[in-house]
């Protein structure tokens, strides 16, 4: 309501612009760096279905889904130009977009077809291209050694198909595989070269209300007015039969983003050991301090061990525990 009353134009210099001018700037820069939709076809002539690698179709569903992303930003913006022009007729949600790019809002159309998120329009945009490059690379130059698991649409496909790999190489039933949880924090993203031989490195994790101790390798106290840290890289290692710890639940709130509220909300029981502390972190993108994060996947930490809940919210359940 706030942003509807605010002024349609920016007087007061020379270079002022109207709504419309604002609203067409944009458009335009938008549409100038959205990038292409991915070869589908080339993506399944390198990356065929294989019963052994799971990571194809991973990433073919994750190319289908950008695209159907892509695809409609692209085109919602080509009609609101040409309907800013008068070449066709402005319907009530060509104007709905209009505003909510006015507004620096991410369109309730484009939001509709793409991943959770509570970022501003602006940041949205430069999010979908660090995406739609780790895509890009991915097919460009084969599986990365290092996943970047907040870059995923769908990250529970991931981490299905992580453990789906590791089943079928040991011939063991997916059900009574699960992840064990290694920190790597002597390692960074470009010292590793090479994937584990089971199981995969992830990247793109933060802590909150905590920080890792590279010293003593394990978690503790925040540093001064820093609430969210950025986490080493984990080594997502399957287990046939893992168990998690047996004593000391306690029911923790879990969200699909930082909003906290409404139907992203749920309970999982996270696990206490006797005289320890176990904290929560969340898969997030960018820095949370710059920058409004939305969270996939939450986690409990204590030491070098961590208990990672992989939720379906949809169908209010855990996949993985």
Not at 110 to 120: E, F, V
Not at 258 to 279: D, E, V
Not at 302 to 315: N, R
Request: charged letters at 20%.
């Amino acid at each position: 309501t706030l942003l509807s009353l605010q002024p349609r134009e920016r007087s007061g210099d020379t270079d002022g612009f109207s709504q419309e001018e604002i609203i067409v700037k944009s458009c335009q820069e938008i549409l100038a760096i959205l990038p292409s939709t991915f070869d589908l076809e080339a993506v399944l002539q390198k990356f065929p279905t294989m019963y052994s690698e799971s990571m194809n179709t991973v990433l073919t569903q994750e190319c289908i889904r950008y695209n159907g992303l892509l695809s409609t930003v692209k085109l919602s913006l080509q009609e609101t130009l040409k309907a800013l022009k008068g070449l066709v007729v402005m319907s009530s949600d060509l104007e709905m977009l209009c505003n909510s790019i006015f507004n620096n809002q991410v369109p309730d159309l484009w939001a509709s077809k793409a991943y959770p998120s509570l970022k501003p329009l602006s940041s949205w945009v430069t999010d979908l291209l660090e995406r739609t490059k780790f895509i890009q690379n991915w097919i460009d130059d084969g599986a990365p050694s290092v996943y970047w698991i907040s870059g995923f649409f769908f990250p529970q496909a991931f981490l299905t198909g992580t453990l789906q790999n590791f089943a079928r190489k040991h011939k063991y039933p997916i059900d009574i595989v699960g992840f064990d949880f290694i920190i790597k924090d002597d390692q960074t993203a470009k010292t590793l070269t090479m994937p584990p031989d089971d199981g995969c490195y992830i990247r793109g994790l933060y802590l909150e209300g905590a920080c890792w101790d590279y010293e003593n390798h394990v978690l503790t106290e925040s540093r001064p007015k820093e609430l969210f840290t950025e986490l080493p890289i984990v080594w997502l290692k399957p287990v046939q039969f893992r168990k998690a710890p047996a004593s000391g639940a306690y029911n923790c709130p879990v969200y699909k983003t930082l909003l906290r509220a409404g139907n992203n909300s749920y309970y999982p029981k996270f696990k206490l050991a006797p005289k320890r502390i176990y904290l929560l972190f969340q898969s997030t993108h960018m820095h949370p301090q710059t920058s409004n994060t939305h969270a996939v996947t939450y986690y409990a930490c204590s030491g070098t061990h961590v208990d990672l809940f992989v939720l379906d919210l949809t169908h209010r359940h855990e996949l993985i525990a």
